[in-house]
């Protein structure tokens, strides 16, 4: 009862910490160790000192975090384990690190031989990501950049070993500023192309993540097979480590003892199965482009910029909790900004605007002119914008979530939006590309639109007969005949392919996201005909559309954020899981959208799509509404999100 007294504590000590209450946050740390102490549950006890000491330092009194790391060193010396040992040189670098004193960072983490095999792939993370700091502060920019590169590496295999892609997110949420460490660190040693593609490895890949809510239902061989398996095998590397550490924890420390016949097994399957970890990922990322629009197997820089026409630009964000880091890429090179903000601050204004502009408020222009300043204004004040008419938008973080059509320039160069400046597509990694616009484009000659809801969403129906007046040889289904099995045909047959009806997002279990679709008649009902398709039964489908426009709600949008907001990053959305199973484009949106707007909007684009490739149709559709009196709102019209290749044929986004 005492040790859960103390790990209640701890607890509080880390709630007021997270609070900014140093004061309260520093009193229960203290309770948590005495409490520990008393119950003599050292290595709690270990855990409860470091953290004081890491507060102490944070609220400037360093004579106090000496102390308290004192008293943790002789509990970590009385335990005399391997996992002890780890805990403390980790926490006492710590402290280094906030009180900015490399060299005893580096000192601390001089770690014995006995215990690398031990260290987990999160602590394994914290330590290289110290040394990477510590390295940078004493200007030795090479060895910063080794360590960040194995912090970044351990980072990746700790993405798999969380139980849920939730827990992913937010892990990796907490941890940008490794991957930002490091892009700083190449860009301030001149290699760029080696910080985007860091970079562009940062972002949330929140469809991988949560692919093992999926694995029964999908195929058996290819890409998402091996995916699963990847996220099978750093399951057993992580079991494996912790066997060995509890191994360690077991027995009294012997510095000569040998190994066990049980740790010299447990040893040799932890390398095979790192081995076959490793084997997985060189098959993903050499057979199967389908990886590469998941944001896995790493980013060729050259294939990106010849991927892009010569008025195209490619924007990719990287935010961390000081600074955002802007590459803008074009067909002849790869330019940098950095701004000043940091990312709790950039979800502010983000959540802020997308609040505004839900209540269709004009106040929305302030945050919107702001993130424009933000966001775009540095690049264009560059001149890397310059003859640019189409940019490709990589987000990151919250940055997800952004209308980046919405965002408003300022009133002296005419406060438009973005999308009457530009046509924009956006894309949850960069290293999609070139893979998009590798697709080979099928000859298709028909198209089918879907309103399954015509009674509950009249509108749908206006939207689905206007819609198939405008496309050729098109195939309408209004009411019961759009079915599940219909939409699964179209997706092979169908060179676009249009679905007006409910999206529903899953926040809980984001693959579980779903279409609405007309239900079958109980006797004809099967499992993949139930009247809903679900964003991991669209990972087993073969789709070959060239365009997929989902007209419901919150189909772009990922669990981290629904209508409510929570921090996060991921990109496991039904967008994502049509372009991975093969749709060349797809079109959908970032909240819930209006019945009769949509089926105006609709109208609009297909009557541009005629002349235009998908992104400046979806623009010109934008620029229509920004005209007319009962839609000039961003509300009715940023919305709508562009993902593919931007071309309904083979090659670039053409015009």
């Known amino acids: 009862m005492a040790t859960k007294l103390g790990h209640v504590a701890l607890a509080e000590a880390h709630a007021y910490a997270a609070l900014g209450n140093l004061r309260l946050a520093r009193a ?23 953290f004081g000491a890491e507060l102490a330092q944070r609220a400037g009194d360093s004579m106090a975090a000496v102390s308290i790391l004192s008293a943790a060193h002789a509990a970590s010396d009385s335990l005399g384990r391997g996992t002890a040992r780890i805990a403390y040189a980790l926490g006492a670098a710590h402290v280094a690190d906030l009180a900015r004193r490399p060299r005893d960072v580096l000192v601390a983490l001089t770690a014995d031989q006995r215990d ?37 590496a351990s980072l990746e295999r700790m993405r798999g070993n969380l139980a849920s892609g939730t827990q992913r997110a937010s892990y990796l949420a907490d941890r940008a500023d490794v991957y930002a460490d490091l892009v700083v660190t190449l860009l301030t040693i001149g290699r760029v192309d080696e910080a985007f593609r860091i970079a562009d490895g940062a972002r949330g890949r ?5 692919l093992g ?43 000569n003892r040998a190994p066990t016949p049980l740790e010299g097994s447990l040893a040799r399957d932890l390398a095979d199965a790192r081995h ?13 482009s389908r990886s590469r629009i998941l944001g896995t197997g790493g980013v060729d820089v050259d294939a990106v910029r010849g991927a892009l026409a010569p008025d195209e630009a490619l924007l990719e964000f990287l935010s961390s909790s000081e600074r955002l880091v802007i590459f803008v890429v074009s067909r002849d090179r790869v330019r940098w900004l950095e701004v000043p903000v940091g990312r709790a601050d950039l979800a502010e204004r983000v959540h802020l605007a997308r609040e505004l502009i839900a209540a269709r408020s004009a106040a929305a222009d302030e945050p919107l002119r702001d993130l424009y300043s933000t ?10 914008l310059s003859g640019m008419r189409t940019l490709i938008v990589v987000p990151h973080a919250a940055l997800t979530y952004l209308p980046f059509a919405a965002l408003r320039g300022a009133a002296r160069l005419g406060a438009r939006y973005l999308a009457e400046r530009y046509s924009l597509v956006t894309l949850p990694s960069a290293s999609g590309l070139p893979a998009l616009r590798e697709r080979s484009a099928d000859a298709l000659g028909s198209t089918t639109v879907l309103a399954p809801l015509p009674d509950e969403l009249p509108f749908t129906r206006d939207e689905a007969q206007a819609v198939g007046a405008q496309l050729a040889h098109p195939r309408v289904a209004i009411g019961s005949t759009a079915t599940e099995s219909l939409l699964r045909e179209a997706l092979w047959n169908s060179a676009i392919v249009h679905v007006a009806s409910h999206g529903s997002l899953n926040v809980e279990s984001p693959m579980f996201s779903s279409l609405t679709l007309a239900g079958p008649r109980p006797a004809a009902r099967r499992d993949e005909d139930n009247g809903r398709l679900e964003t991991y039964e669209v990972l087993s489908i073969d789709i070959r559309s060239h365009l997929v426009f989902l007209s419901g ?103």
């Open 28 to 50: 229960r740390a203290r309770d948590a160790a005495e409490i520990q102490r008393g119950a003599r549950a050292r290595m709690d006890e270990l855990d409860a000192e470091l």
């Open 116 to 152: 690398t095999a031990r260290l987990t792939a999160d602590e394994r993370a914290s330590a290289e990501a110290l040394r990477a700091r510590a390295y940078f502060r004493l200007t030795r920019y090479e060895d910063a950049a080794a360590a960040g590169r194995r912090a970044v």
């Open 206 to 210: 929140g469809l991988v993540e949560h």
């Open 213 to 255: 809510a999926a694995s029964r239902s999908l195929p058996s061989r290819g890409s998402a097979a091996d995916l699963v398996a990847s996220e099978r095998l750093l399951r057993r590397i992580d079991l494996l480590i912790e066997r060995l550490r509890a191994s360690d924890s077991g027995r009294a420390s012997n510095p």
């Open 276 to 288: 076959e970890y490793e084997g997985v990922l060189d098959r993903l990322a050499r057979t199967d």
């Open 375 to 384: 966001l775009i204004a540095p690049a264009e004040r560059e001149g890397l």
């Open 553 to 655: 709600c919150e189909t772009a949008l990922g669990p981290a954020w629904s209508t409510s907001y929570s921090h996060g990053d991921d990109y496991a959305t039904l967008a994502q899981a049509f372009l991975f199973s093969g749709a060349r484009n797809v079109v959908a949106t970032l909240w819930p959208i209006n019945d009769r707007g949509a089926a105006d909007f609709a109208r609009r684009f297909y009557g541009a799509l005629a002349s235009s490739a998908p992104p400046a149709a979806l623009a010109a559709a934008q620029r229509a509404f920004i005209r007319d009196s009962s839609y000039s709102a961003p509300y009715y019209w940023a919305a709508y999100v562009l993902s593919g290749s931007g071309a309904l044929a083979g090659g670039n986004s053409g015009r």
